[in-house]
């Protein structure tokens, strides 16, 4: 199959970038990766500069790839990375249109890929619990209701990639947050850090320049862990609490 | 000691509470909320127009009966107003910024046409407010306004083909403003379950449309000679 690809090149963080028209012969068993593989081993054999794009498992589970395909992260098909989007998908001839993911806190650093040091700052800020490291405790010493772990299983799913960030009009960073919020504050272990959690980190993205929720829903659409929107309100509900609630830490504590 | 620096604290949260997007959107849910009340029970008593002058008029009369009443209920519109409307440009400031470069192509896969356009129905919902107040309350923008006589007005106002236009286009904008915003605003404060939500989209998308048809009925009914 033939493919025509329209790719964002860009040299540095610095220079200016535009898009570029390319031809690439591929077969319906590539993964969308290996075509570009294909590409690049052609510009590399022409003495041109190879796309540089973000890659590392290639079996949908670290986060690394992504990128914009005629408009939809990650491309056509619902609940996949581009590392396990087959050309099978895609037809002969298809004109596609790739793009790096656009929003001021994830600066494009070289053709589609882009710095996500962004969400590193928002979990250094609060998304994490703290344990006493040692000796592992026991398995199921602290008892987890069903249904909680089950919906925390959910939200541990995200992997950081930021397609939501990509797919949504105001880049909001919103569907990544909640996810974290949502996956440590049904656990006991996150109780204890839970306002300071979602305080901290929400305050984080607003420093990281992400915009504001608006509830439309594009980020689900695009995640390929199919983490929802439902979370979102989880943690608007969690900010509300915490913002009415939280106290701030006593100089001395325990004397009346 | 204890007393001012915990006075102290809540201030610095309070603070950031609304400096955060979060924070904002609550705002703009809670005051939407009061708005969408005042919508519903506006177009009720709107309604009270095709049970004839004197029904009307007598509604007219007892709203104006109390004027401290009256000028809290307008006090509070009037504040959420003014909230609603800063939050909202406060926040497309701050998205706008957080997408400095755009896609050269971008799909909406998911998203309602409502949802997309909150920014121009608002808008337009707030400039149509400021006519709507100048035609039907002080009547500057009236061709023969009768204090206190609300049927005549309304029937000489929409007698005036331009005036009921602009009423059906921005009661056409607020069926979708409110199509997106009334469960829009439970998601933004955080009162949602997976169980509720589809039946609350519904009901926001039923409750738009009934207020758009009530309101709509009344200019259509007189330039159709039905009310005269
Ligand atoms: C009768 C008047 C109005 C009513 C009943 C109303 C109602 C609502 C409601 C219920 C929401 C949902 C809030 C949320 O998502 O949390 C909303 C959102 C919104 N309103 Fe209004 N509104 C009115 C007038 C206006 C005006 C005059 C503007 C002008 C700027 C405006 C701009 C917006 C915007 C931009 C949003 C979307 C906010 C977001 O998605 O982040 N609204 N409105
Ligand atoms: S390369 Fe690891 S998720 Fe795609």
């Known amino acids: 199959m ?19 028209r390319y031809e690439v012969e591929a077969n319906e068993h590539m993964s969308f990766l290996e075509m570009l593989d294909v590409l690049n081993e052609n510009l590399i054999a022409k003495g041109e500069e190879p796309v540089a794009f973000d890659h590392d498992c290639r079996e949908g589970i670290c986060g690394s790839c992504g990128f914009m395909i005629n408009g939809v992260a990650h491309g056509p098909l619902p609940n996949t990375t581009v590392c396990q989007l087959h050309m099978r998908h895609f037809k002969s001839g298809d004109e596609l249109y790739l793009e790096p993911w656009r929003a001021a806190a994830f600066p494009v650093i070289k053709d589609l890929v882009v710095d996500r ?7 250094a800020a609060g998304g994490y619990i703290s344990v006493a490291t040692g000796s592992a405790p026991d398995g199921n010493a602290i008892p987890v209701r069903k249904q909680d772990a089950d919906l925390a299983m959910d939200a541990a799913q995200c992997i950081g990639c930021g397609a939501c960030v990509a797919a949504c009009p105001n880049a909001s960073a919103s569907l990544f947050m909640a996810a974290k919020i949502t996956h440590l504050g049904l656990l006991p272990q996150g109780q204890p850090e839970r306002k300071e959690r979602v305080l901290k980190m929400v305050a984080a993205a607003n420093r990281e320049l992400f915009g504001s929720c608006t509830n439309i829903g594009e980020c689900e659409a695009v995640c390929p862990k199919g983490i929802r929107m439902e979370f979102i309100g989880r943690m608007n509900r969690d900010y509300l609490n915490a913002s009415f609630t939280y106290q701030e830490e006593k100089e001395m504590a325990g004397v009346g | 000691m204890s007393a001012a620096a915990s006075t102290f604290a809540q201030k610095a949260q309070s603070h950031r509470f609304y400096d955060s997007t979060i924070g904002k959107k609550a705002v703009m849910a809670v005051t939407g909320a009061i708005l969408f009340g005042f ?3 506006h177009m009720l008593g709107n309604l ?3 049970f004839g002058p004197e029904k009307i008029n007598a509604y007219g009369e007892l709203l104006h009966s109390s004027p401290g009443l009256l000028w809290t209920a307008r006090l509070i519109l009037l504040t959420s107003v003014v909230l609603h409307i800063v939050a909202a440009l406060q926040l497309a400031a701050l998205n706008k910024k957080a997408r400095p470069v755009g896609y050269v192509r971008k799909k909406n896969i998911a998203s309602t046409y409502a949802s997309r356009t909150m920014l121009v129905s608002g808008p337009i919902i707030f400039f149509f407010l400021v006519y709507h107040l100048l035609h039907f309350t002080t009547g500057q923008a009236h061709p023969n306004f009768r204090a206190g006589d609300v049927y005549h007005n309304v029937i000489a106002g929409f007698q005036q083909p331009a005036a009921s236009i602009a009423y059906i286009v921005a009661m056409i904008l607020l069926v979708n403003h409110l199509h997106h915003g009334v469960w829009s605003m439970f998601q933004s404060l955080g009162l949602n379950h997976p169980r509720y939500m589809p039946w609350l989209r519904r009901f926001s998308a039923a409750a738009a449309i009934l207020i758009g048809v009530g309101n709509i009925s009344i200019p259509v009914s007189v330039l159709a000679g039905l009310l005269q």
Do not use: C, E
Request: proline letters at 3%.
């Open chain 2, 39 to 41: 919508v519903v029970v």
């Open chain 1, 2 to 20: 033939k493919l025509i690809l329209h790719i964002w090149r860009q040299k540095n963080q610095a220079s200016p970038g535009k898009m570029v």
């Open chain 1, 117 to 123: 040091s962004a969400f590193d700052r928002i979990i």
């Open chain 2, 48 to 50: 009270q127009v095709y």
